[in-house]
């Protein structure tokens, strides 16, 4: 299916490990980017990337980990998690050929860190 | 200072009536677009309205428009007569053209529509 797509839509881990949030889009968008969505802080910006190979911290990266070996892929890595990361993700992308237009949303991902 | 400012954490119309949902923004990039999502308590974004900031008229999008006050860096949502899938919560946003081409948000608008 054409679109973004963020796997997995759930997941529930335990403090310490590793995880990794899939975000995929079918457009060869060139921006990239990865939010989370807390209570009272609407969405705050981890990380994002202008191209393949290229990327750039937010206003919250610590504990976080991204790579883009692909343009169409785009994934997140919590190195060891901690309970504070128990959020909400959103993968979105956007085309830079349309200067600053509309970013496009994936479904999210609800992390729990138990 | 942030860069995008709701100050309404609720709003509620009663169906079929006009809503302003305000929100102003900071910058000093001469080229940045405003943007208002929604989301429904599915949970998905949903892009609505795009203002640039060059655009000599407001933006509009079937009931939604943009009123666009730039001397005032405001970027407010007008929804008219509301509909009861209008209830959800409005994300305003932007993005700067020379400063990476992030998105920055504000803490979002939690619209409820009143038969």
């Known amino acids: 299916d054409a679109g973004i797509t963020q796997s997995p839509r759930y997941k529930i881990t335990e403090t310490g490990r590793q995880v990794t949030l899939m975000c995929h889009q079918t457009w060869s968008h060139s921006y990239m980017f990865w939010y989370r969505q807390d209570l009272g802080h609407g969405l705050r910006l981890i990380y994002y990337s202008a191209a393949a190979d290229i990327t750039d911290k937010g206003e919250v990266p610590d504990g976080y980990v991204v790579s883009r070996s692909k343009t169409e892929n785009f994934p997140l890595t919590l190195e060891s998690a901690t309970r504070s990361q128990t959020s909400v993700y959103f993968c979105a992308s956007s085309e830079s050929s349309r200067g600053l237009r509309e970013a496009f949303f994936g479904q999210g991902t609800r992390l729990t860190v138990v | 200072a942030q860069k995008i400012t709701q100050t309404q954490p609720g709003m509620f119309v009663q169906e079929k009536e006009a809503v302003t949902l305000d929100c102003t923004y900071d910058?000093?990039?001469?080229?940045?677009?405003l943007f208002w999502y929604k989301q429904p308590s599915s949970g998905e974004m949903i892009f609505l309205i795009y203002q640039g900031s060059y655009d000599q008229q407001n933006a509009t999008e079937g009931r939604y428009s943009l009123n666009f006050q730039k001397a005032r860096k405001s970027a407010n949502l007008v929804i008219s007569a509301s509909q009861l899938g209008d209830s959800a919560m409005y994300f305003c946003?932007?993005?700067?053209?020379?400063?990476?081409?992030?998105?920055?948000f504000g803490t979002g608008t939690s619209l409820t529509v009143i038969p």
């Open positions: 946003a932007m993005r700067e053209g020379n400063t990476g081409n992030q998105f920055y």
């Open positions: 910058t000093s990039d001469p080229s940045y677009g």
